[in-house]
Protein backbone atom coordinates (compact mmCIF):
# COMPACT_ATOMS: atom_id res chain seq x y z
CA UNK A 1 0.00 0.00 0.00
CA UNK A 2 1.29 3.38 -0.92
CA UNK A 3 1.64 5.58 1.86
CA UNK A 4 0.07 9.01 1.96
CA UNK A 5 3.11 11.34 1.00
CA UNK A 6 2.31 13.32 4.70
CA UNK A 7 5.64 15.47 4.22
CA UNK A 8 5.16 16.84 0.31
CA UNK A 9 2.17 18.04 -1.43
CA UNK A 10 3.24 17.09 -4.73
CA UNK A 11 -0.73 17.65 -6.25
CA UNK A 12 -0.85 20.93 -5.06
CA UNK A 13 2.72 21.95 -6.85
CA UNK A 14 1.72 20.40 -9.82
CA UNK A 15 -1.67 22.55 -10.09
CA UNK A 16 0.00 25.49 -9.25
CA UNK A 17 2.26 24.75 -12.55
CA UNK A 18 -0.62 24.18 -14.28
CA UNK A 19 -1.75 27.37 -13.19
CA UNK A 20 0.58 29.77 -13.73
CA UNK A 21 0.71 28.21 -17.36
CA UNK A 22 -2.71 29.06 -18.17
CA UNK A 23 -2.35 32.68 -16.81
CA UNK A 24 0.67 32.86 -19.17
CA UNK A 25 -0.78 31.57 -22.10
CA UNK A 26 -3.86 33.97 -21.60
CA UNK A 27 -1.11 36.70 -21.48
CA UNK A 28 2.75 36.21 -21.72
CA UNK A 29 3.55 39.32 -19.47
CA UNK A 30 0.99 38.68 -16.53
CA UNK A 31 3.12 37.58 -13.97
CA UNK A 32 5.96 40.65 -15.20
CA UNK A 33 3.71 43.45 -14.90
CA UNK A 34 2.37 41.70 -11.80
CA UNK A 35 5.70 41.70 -10.10
CA UNK A 36 6.34 45.36 -10.26
CA UNK A 37 3.05 46.64 -8.62
CA UNK A 38 0.50 46.22 -7.24
CA UNK A 39 -2.96 48.68 -7.70
CA UNK A 40 -5.59 46.58 -6.27
CA UNK A 41 -9.20 49.11 -5.83
CA UNK A 42 -10.76 47.14 -3.81
CA UNK A 43 -10.19 45.67 0.40
CA UNK A 44 -11.84 42.48 1.06
CA UNK A 45 -12.86 41.55 4.51
CA UNK A 46 -14.18 37.71 4.99
CA UNK A 47 -14.29 34.59 6.45
CA UNK A 48 -11.92 32.09 6.49
CA UNK A 49 -14.38 29.73 5.28
CA UNK A 50 -12.85 27.33 2.49
CA UNK A 51 -16.01 27.84 0.61
CA UNK A 52 -15.33 31.38 0.31
CA UNK A 53 -12.61 32.37 -2.07
CA UNK A 54 -12.78 36.08 -2.26
CA UNK A 55 -10.97 36.65 -5.99
CA UNK A 56 -13.38 33.69 -7.16
CA UNK A 57 -16.62 35.80 -6.15
CA UNK A 58 -16.02 38.34 -7.97
CA UNK A 59 -14.05 37.43 -11.02
CA UNK A 60 -10.98 39.11 -10.38
CA UNK A 61 -7.38 38.12 -10.91
CA UNK A 62 -4.46 38.41 -8.39
CA UNK A 63 -3.52 42.18 -7.82
CA UNK A 64 -6.91 43.05 -8.25
CA UNK A 65 -8.32 42.52 -4.81
CA UNK A 66 -6.13 42.77 -1.27
CA UNK A 67 -7.42 40.30 1.11
CA UNK A 68 -7.85 39.89 5.02
CA UNK A 69 -9.89 36.67 6.23
CA UNK A 70 -10.83 35.66 9.74
CA UNK A 71 -12.95 33.43 11.25
CA UNK A 72 -16.72 34.85 10.74
CA UNK A 73 -15.40 38.29 9.57
CA UNK A 74 -15.01 40.67 11.93
CA UNK A 75 -13.34 43.47 12.58
CA UNK A 76 -12.05 44.14 16.37
CA UNK A 77 -10.77 47.54 17.27
CA UNK A 78 -7.50 45.80 18.93
CA UNK A 79 -7.14 43.30 16.54
CA UNK A 80 -3.33 44.87 15.17
CA UNK A 81 -3.19 42.07 12.49
CA UNK A 82 -7.14 44.08 10.74
CA UNK A 83 -6.25 47.37 11.63
CA UNK A 84 -2.60 46.86 9.70
CA UNK A 85 -4.01 45.70 6.58
CA UNK A 86 -6.67 48.95 6.80
CA UNK A 87 -4.12 50.85 7.48
CA UNK A 88 -2.16 49.53 4.16
CA UNK A 89 -4.72 48.91 1.82
CA UNK A 90 -6.42 52.72 2.87
CA UNK A 91 -3.30 54.59 3.28
CA UNK A 92 -0.57 53.50 1.06
CA UNK A 93 -2.44 51.26 -2.11
CA UNK A 94 -5.15 53.53 -1.89
CA UNK A 95 -7.63 51.46 -2.53
CA UNK A 96 -11.24 53.09 -3.20
CA UNK A 97 -13.54 50.52 -1.42
CA UNK A 98 -13.62 48.03 1.52
CA UNK A 99 -15.61 44.87 1.47
CA UNK A 100 -17.04 43.22 4.09
CA UNK A 101 -18.49 40.16 3.11
CA UNK A 102 -20.00 37.90 5.16
CA UNK A 103 -22.01 34.35 4.17
CA UNK A 104 -25.07 32.89 4.96
CA UNK A 105 -24.57 29.63 7.10
CA UNK A 106 -21.62 30.76 8.61
CA UNK A 107 -19.92 28.04 11.28
CA UNK A 108 -18.41 30.97 12.81
CA UNK A 109 -21.79 32.59 13.65
CA UNK A 110 -23.72 29.41 14.24
CA UNK A 111 -21.02 28.69 17.29
CA UNK A 112 -21.68 32.18 18.62
CA UNK A 113 -25.33 31.47 19.07
CA UNK A 114 -24.80 28.55 21.05
CA UNK A 115 -23.13 27.97 23.98
CA UNK A 116 -21.12 25.14 23.64
CA UNK A 117 -17.62 25.34 24.33
CA UNK A 118 -14.69 25.53 21.23
CA UNK A 119 -11.54 26.54 23.21
CA UNK A 120 -9.61 29.68 22.75
CA UNK A 121 -11.88 30.68 19.53
CA UNK A 122 -14.42 31.48 22.00
CA UNK A 123 -12.60 34.51 22.70
CA UNK A 124 -12.89 35.55 19.25
CA UNK A 125 -16.19 34.45 18.91
CA UNK A 126 -17.78 36.38 22.19
CA UNK A 127 -17.39 39.63 19.29
CA UNK A 128 -20.37 37.65 17.61
CA UNK A 129 -22.44 37.21 20.64
CA UNK A 130 -21.88 41.26 21.62
CA UNK A 131 -23.89 41.77 17.96
CA UNK A 132 -26.74 39.12 18.67
CA UNK A 133 -26.75 41.33 22.29
CA UNK A 134 -27.33 44.17 20.41
CA UNK A 135 -30.17 42.97 17.99
CA UNK A 136 -31.63 40.48 20.77
CA UNK A 137 -35.34 41.35 20.97
CA UNK A 138 -35.16 40.86 16.77
CA UNK A 139 -33.34 37.74 16.69
CA UNK A 140 -35.09 35.79 19.85
CA UNK A 141 -38.76 36.28 17.80
CA UNK A 142 -37.63 34.29 14.86
CA UNK A 143 -37.95 30.63 15.90
CA UNK A 144 -36.48 28.95 12.54
CA UNK A 145 -32.94 28.73 13.44
CA UNK A 146 -31.72 28.52 10.05
CA UNK A 147 -33.69 31.75 9.79
CA UNK A 148 -32.23 33.04 12.71
CA UNK A 149 -28.63 31.92 11.85
CA UNK A 150 -28.85 34.14 8.60
CA UNK A 151 -30.14 36.74 9.92
CA UNK A 152 -27.41 36.83 12.51
CA UNK A 153 -25.06 36.21 9.92
CA UNK A 154 -26.36 40.03 8.00
CA UNK A 155 -26.43 41.35 11.10
CA UNK A 156 -22.98 40.92 11.93
CA UNK A 157 -22.10 42.18 7.74
CA UNK A 158 -23.51 45.57 9.19
CA UNK A 159 -21.79 45.90 12.96
CA UNK A 160 -18.24 45.57 10.88
CA UNK A 161 -19.16 47.43 8.43
CA UNK A 162 -19.69 50.47 11.36
CA UNK A 163 -16.48 49.39 12.95
CA UNK A 164 -14.75 49.78 9.89
CA UNK A 165 -16.11 53.28 9.50
CA UNK A 166 -14.96 53.61 12.78
CA UNK A 167 -11.22 53.35 12.88
CA UNK A 168 -8.76 56.56 13.23
CA UNK A 169 -8.07 54.64 9.98
CA UNK A 170 -11.19 55.30 7.89
CA UNK A 171 -12.17 58.49 9.38
CA UNK A 172 -8.90 60.13 8.72
CA UNK A 173 -9.01 59.11 5.14
CA UNK A 174 -12.31 60.91 4.49
CA UNK A 175 -11.05 64.16 6.40
CA UNK A 176 -8.59 64.10 3.84
CA UNK A 177 -10.80 64.07 1.13
CA UNK A 178 -9.89 60.47 -0.32
CA UNK A 179 -12.49 58.70 -2.14
CA UNK A 180 -13.22 55.51 0.07
CA UNK A 181 -16.60 53.47 0.35
CA UNK A 182 -17.47 50.85 2.86
CA UNK A 183 -19.62 48.21 1.74
CA UNK A 184 -21.66 45.22 3.27
CA UNK A 185 -22.13 42.23 1.22
CA UNK A 186 -22.98 38.54 1.79
CA UNK A 187 -22.42 35.47 0.47
CA UNK A 188 -24.45 32.52 -0.99
CA UNK A 189 -22.65 29.24 -0.57
CA UNK A 190 -25.86 27.59 -2.02
CA UNK A 191 -26.20 29.29 -5.39
CA UNK A 192 -22.69 31.14 -5.34
CA UNK A 193 -24.22 34.68 -5.34
CA UNK A 194 -23.49 37.95 -3.34
CA UNK A 195 -26.16 39.83 -2.05
CA UNK A 196 -25.49 43.66 -1.26
CA UNK A 197 -27.32 44.47 2.29
CA UNK A 198 -27.41 48.05 0.83
CA UNK A 199 -25.46 49.96 3.94
CA UNK A 200 -22.87 51.64 2.66
CA UNK A 201 -20.90 54.46 3.59
CA UNK A 202 -18.58 57.08 1.95
CA UNK A 203 -18.27 60.05 4.54
CA UNK A 204 -17.98 60.66 8.26
CA UNK A 205 -20.70 62.73 8.50
CA UNK A 206 -22.63 59.13 7.99
CA UNK A 207 -21.59 57.90 11.10
CA UNK A 208 -23.45 58.53 14.63
CA UNK A 209 -21.67 61.64 16.38
CA UNK A 210 -20.34 59.37 19.39
CA UNK A 211 -17.64 57.99 16.93
CA UNK A 212 -16.82 61.29 14.60
CA UNK A 213 -13.29 62.29 15.50
CA UNK A 214 -12.10 66.03 15.06
CA UNK A 215 -8.69 66.21 13.03
CA UNK A 216 -5.56 65.82 15.43
CA UNK A 217 -4.61 69.28 16.28
CA UNK A 218 -1.01 70.51 14.99
CA UNK A 219 1.57 70.09 17.35
CA UNK A 220 2.24 73.83 18.56
CA UNK A 221 5.98 75.45 17.66
CA UNK A 222 7.63 76.18 20.91
CA UNK A 223 9.09 79.65 21.68
CA UNK A 224 12.07 79.92 23.35
CO1 LIG B 1 -17.81 31.75 7.94
Avoid at 12 to 21: H, I
Avoid at 56 to 69: A, D, M, S, T, Y
Avoid at 168 to 195: E, K, M
Wanted: aromatic share 8%; with cysteine.
Amino acid sequence: MEVAPLRSLKHLFENNLKWADKIKTADPQFFAKLSKQQAPEYLWIGCSDSRVPANEIVGLLPGELFVHRNVANVVVHTDFNCLAVLQFAVEVLKVKHVIICGHYGCGGVKAAMENKTHGLIDNWLRNIKDVYQRHEARLDAIQNDREKLDLLCELNVVDQVANVCHTTIVQDAWRRGQALAVHSWIYSIQDGLLRDLNFSFSGQEQIPPIYRLSEIPKPKKLSI
